[in-house]
């Protein structure tokens, strides 16, 4: 009865999104990305489409606050405090935007830009600079509260950035939390009622939060090499299947 209190869905269906909070939690500190996206996905299969996307981003947020806490020493301050105004402004603009690309674009354009920083010649200097770290900051949270999951770009734009694997994985997580903060607010405004769904949330942060510390440990017992090919091939097989999923769609319109 009490796995059955914590949410709309059937007891087990509880249970089974707890543990998977613990795994997605550890690949996405272990990796530095992915996490976010596999639990999306499992979501999607077994939660109504009105509540996914804010669930989600709340649970994302509390797994990105225990990641950040753990390595707040990492983070490249200078990058979070120009990615922090755009994601005010994706923000403001997700909480009244009505008009939305047509059904598969969106997918196949955050591919094409995850693939090209993944594979192509780096970014600009200019496009690394404050003026793209904004830009990146405004487009990614007005994506993520349309479609779900930014991670994969986010973290595209900041391993262009950072030399070192803690310092991918701390700034990624500090950028990913003020962007789910904002889910908050923005579902919030459009009625979404967080109650029925916040018992279930808040075990899955707890659960989260254990998955950060194990894939911490494991994190540091990667080499940079084999961590750098990790990360780089994460990105890739997300963004192949947003090339899948984006084709899908577009055929299907």
């Known amino acids: 009865m009490v796995l059955e209190s914590l949410s709309?869905?059937?007891?087990?269906?509880n249970l089974l999104l707890v543990l998977l909070s613990v795994l997605t939690s550890a690949f996405t500190a272990a990796v530095g990305v992915g996490g976010g996206v596999l639990m999306l996905m499992a979501l999607a299969q077994v939660m109504p489409a009105t509540a996914l996307i804010p669930v989600h981003g709340m649970v994302q947020l509390?797994?990105?606050?225990?990641?950040?806490?753990?390595?707040?020493?990492?983070?490249?301050?200078?990058?979070?405090?120009?990615?922090?105004?755009?994601?005010?402004?994706?923000?403001?603009?997700a909480a009244w935007l009505?008009?939305?690309?047509?059904?598969?674009?969106?997918?196949?354009?955050?591919?094409?830009?995850?693939l090209f920083t993944c594979w192509g010649p780096g970014l600009p200097k200019r496009a690394l600079g404050r003026a793209g770290v904004l830009v990146v900051g405004a487009v990614t949270t007005?994506?993520?509260?349309?479609?779900?999951?930014?991670?994969?770009?986010?973290?595209?734009?900041?391993?262009?950035?950072?030399?070192?694997?803690?310092?991918?994985?701390?700034?990624?997580s500090a950028c990913m939390l003020a962007q789910h903060l904002t889910k908050a607010f923005v579902f919030g405004v459009a009625g979404f009622v967080f109650h029925d769904w916040l018992a279930l949330i808040l075990l899955m942060v707890g659960a989260g939060f254990l998955g950060t510390w194990l894939g911490l440990r494991l994190l540091h017992r990667l080499s940079e090499h084999r961590f750098e090919t990790l990360f780089r091939w994460a990105l890739t097989l997300l963004a192949l299947r947003l090339v899948w999923l984006g084709g899908q769609r577009l055929v299907g319109t």
């Open 98 to 114: 009505l008009v939305r690309l047509p059904a598969g674009v969106l997918e196949l354009c955050i591919a094409a830009f995850v």
């Open 62 to 93: 509390g797994s990105n606050v225990g990641r950040t806490a753990l390595t707040w020493r990492h983070v490249d301050r200078a990058t979070l405090g120009a990615f922090l105004p755009g994601v005010v402004l994706g923000a403001l603009a």
């Open 142 to 172: 007005l994506l993520s509260s349309l479609v779900g999951a930014s991670g994969p770009v986010v973290a595209a734009f900041i391993k262009q950035r950072q030399p070192g694997r803690l310092a991918k994985v701390a700034t990624f």
């Open 8 to 13: 709309p869905l059937p007891g087990a269906i």
